[in-house]
C-alpha cells in the first residue's frame, strides 16, 4: 500500500477488473475475522467458547461503525497531521468518498464516483470500495489482540477498548504507514531522514506491503500489554488448560488462510503479474511455517501436534504479509520455515516470564511480525542485504519496527490503565470459574444431556498451556 496519487487531470474511467478483484477480495478478508472466531473459539475452554467468538463479532461491529464515520479519514485523508494522523473530520461519514461533494478534494471518475490510483500505475477503483477494503483490516486487527486476554474479560470493557485502540492506536499507525506518514516511504518520515530522498520520497522505503507493522506488530505487542495489565487466569500454570474443540481450530485456520489471499494479493489493489506473484508468495511461506513448527514440535515434545499445524498456518501467513511482494518464491520458503519455528519456540514464553497470552498472540503474531518485517529487508529481491544490496532496508525495516512496538505499547497501556481504573477488565472470580459465558451472555456453547442428566462440558483450553503447565510452575517457585 501507499500514498495516494496525486490528481488526474482528466476525468478517469473506472478500471471495472480491478475494482472488481478488490469488491472479492474486500469480502475475503472480512471472512477472516469469522475465521479468526473459529479458531480462537476452539483454543479456548469449552465454557468461554462464546465469549471468544462474541469478541471478534463485537469488533466487527465497533469497527465498521467508527471506521465509515472517522476511521478513514484519520488514515487516508488528504490534511497530514504532524505525520501521525489524518484530519478525521475531513472525510467524517466517508463524506466526498461515497459520493463527490462540494469543498473535498478528490478525483472524480468518468461516470461521477471519487476514484483512486493509489500506486499511480493509471489503475483506478472507486475510493469508496478502497475505503471498504481498509475497514476490514481494521476490523481483523482489533480482534487479533482479543486472544491474549481469553476467559476473564468485562464484554463491556472490551467494547470500548475495541473503539478507543483503533481511534488513539490502529488509524494513526495505519496512516503512519500507509497514508505517507513518519513511517512511510515520504519525504518527512524516518527513512527519508536516515538514508536522504529521490524524487520527493525516501530513496530507502519502507516495506510493508500488507500489514506486518501495522496489523501484526501492532496488535501482537498491544495483546501483551493488555495481558499485562489485565492479569493471569485463575489457575494459569496450575490448571490444564487445552483447546476444547480441535477441528474448529483447524477449520478456523484454514478459513484465515483463504481469506488471507484477499489480504495480501488484494493489498495490490489490481489483478496482475504482482498479485500472482503474491499468492504463491503467500501459499509458499505458509506451507513452509507449518513445517517449521511441527519439527520444533517433534524435536521438543516428541508429536507433531494439529494445533502445532494450525498455528503453523497462523505463523506463516503474518509472516509474509509485509513481505509477500517483495520476495522471491524460494525467499518465501526461507521467510516462513524460520517464521514458523520462531513462533513455535515463542509461545513458551509466557510461562517462563508468567504473562498469561491465552491463546499466543505475542508468539504467533508479535514475534512472526517483526521476523516478517525484518525478514524483508533481509530478503527482498531489490534492497535485501542477502541480495548483496546492503544494510539500509533492514535497518530502515528495524527502524520501522521499532518505532510502531513503542507508539502501539506506550498508548495500548495507557488505554488499558485507564479502562481498568474506570470500567474494570475482569469479570467476577466465581463467573469466571463456571464460565464467562453464562456470566456475560446468559448462554452456553453446549447443551449436551444424558440419561443421566445434564453433562458437564470439558473445561479445556490452550494446549501450549498444558504442555508447560510444570515449566511456568517451576520458574514461579524459583
Request: hydrophobic letters at 55%.
Amino acid at each position: 500500500m501507499s500514498t495516494l496519487a496525486p490528481l488526474a487531470a482528466d476525468p478517469p474511467a473506472i478500471d471495472t477488473a480491478a475494482t472488481a478483484f478488490m469488491i472479492i477480495c474486500a469480502s475475503l478478508v472480512l471472512l477472516m475475522t469469522p475465521g479468526l472466531a473459529l479458531f480462537y473459539g476452539g483454543m479456548t475452554r469449552a465454557k468461554s467458547v462464546l465469549n471468544m467468538m462474541m469478541m471478534s463479532f463485537g469488533a466487527m461491529g465497533v469497527a465498521g461503525v467508527i471506521y465509515v464515520l472517522w476511521g478513514y479519514s484519520m488514515a487516508f485523508g488528504g490534511s497530514d497531521i504532524g505525520g501521525l494522523f489524518a484530519n478525521p473530520f475531513e472525510k467524517f461519514g466517508l463524506r466526498g468518498v461515497a459520493s463527490a461533494v462540494e469543498g473535498v478534494t478528490a478525483t472524480v471518475g468518468a461516470d461521477g464516483m471519487p476514484v483512486i490510483d493509489v500506486f499511480g500505475a493509471d489503475v483506478w477503483i472507486p475510493e469508496v470500495l478502497f475505503a471498504g477494503f481498509q475497514l476490514t483490516f481494521a476490523i481483523i486487527t482489533v480482534a487479533l489482540i482479543s486472544g491474549a486476554v481469553a476467559d476473564r474479560v468485562k464484554f463491556s470493557t472490551w467494547m470500548v477498548f475495541v473503539a478507543i485502540w483503533l481511534t488513539l492506536v490502529y488509524f494513526p499507525i495505519s496512516h503512519m504507514v500507509w497514508g505517507g506518514g513518519i513511517l512511510s516511504g515520504a519525504e518527512n518520515g524516518f527513512a527519508a531522514w536516515m538514508f536522504g530522498t529521490e524524487d520527493g520520497a525516501a530513496s530507502v522505503a519502507p516495506i510493508d506491503f500488507a500489514g506486518g507493522t501495522v496489523v501484526h506488530i501492532n496488535a501482537g505487542i498491544a495483546g501483551l500489554v493488555l495481558a499485562l495489565v489485565v492479569g493471569t487466569r485463575i489457575g494459569f500454570g496450575k490448571v490444564a488448560m487445552r483447546p476444547h474443540n480441535v477441528p474448529l481450530v483447524m477449520i478456523g485456520a484454514g478459513l484465515l488462510w483463504f481469506g488471507w489471499f484477499g489480504f495480501n494479493a488484494g493489498s495490490e489493489l489490481a489483478a496482475d503479474g504482482l498479485a500472482s506473484l503474491v499468492w504463491v508468495n503467500t501459499t509458499a511461506a505458509t506451507a513452509a511455517a507449518i513445517l517449521g513448527w511441527l519439527v520444533v514440535e517433534k524435536v521438543r515434545d516428541g508429536h507433531a501436534t494439529s494445533i502445532g499445524a494450525a498455528s503453523g498456518v497462523v505463523a506463516g501467513l503474518v509472516a509474509i504479509t509485509p513481505a509477500c511482494g517483495s520476495l522471491s518464491p524460494v525467499g518465501s520458503l526461507i521467510l516462513g520455515v524460520v517464521a514458523g519455528a520462531l513462533a513455535a519456540l515463542a509461545v513458551g514464553l509466557k510461562f517462563r516470564f508468567g504473562f498469561d497470552d491465552s491463546l499466543d498472540v505475542v508468539g504467533v503474531h508479535l514475534v512472526a511480525g517483526l521476523w516478517g518485517t525484518v525478514g524483508a529487508g533481509l530478503l527482498a529481491t531489490e534492497g535485501g542485504l542477502f541480495y548483496g544490496d546492503g544494510v539500509q532496508q533492514t535497518v530502515v525495516q528495524i527502524v520501522v519496527a521499532l518505532v510502531s512496538l513503542l507508539i502501539s505499547g506506550v498508548l495500548t497501556f495507557v488505554i488499558a490503565i485507564a479502562l481498568k481504573a474506570t470500567m474494570g477488565w475482569r469479570i467476577a472470580d466465581d463467573d469466571e470459574v463456571s464460565g464467562i459465558d453464562g456470566a456475560e451472555h446468559a448462554e452456553s456453547g453446549y447443551d449436551l444431556v444424558s440419561r443421566g442428566g445434564r453433562l458437564g462440558v470439558s473445561s479445556q483450553g490452550s494446549q501450549h498451556d498444558a504442555r508447560h503447565a510444570d515449566e511456568i510452575t517451576e520458574g514461579a517457585k524459583a
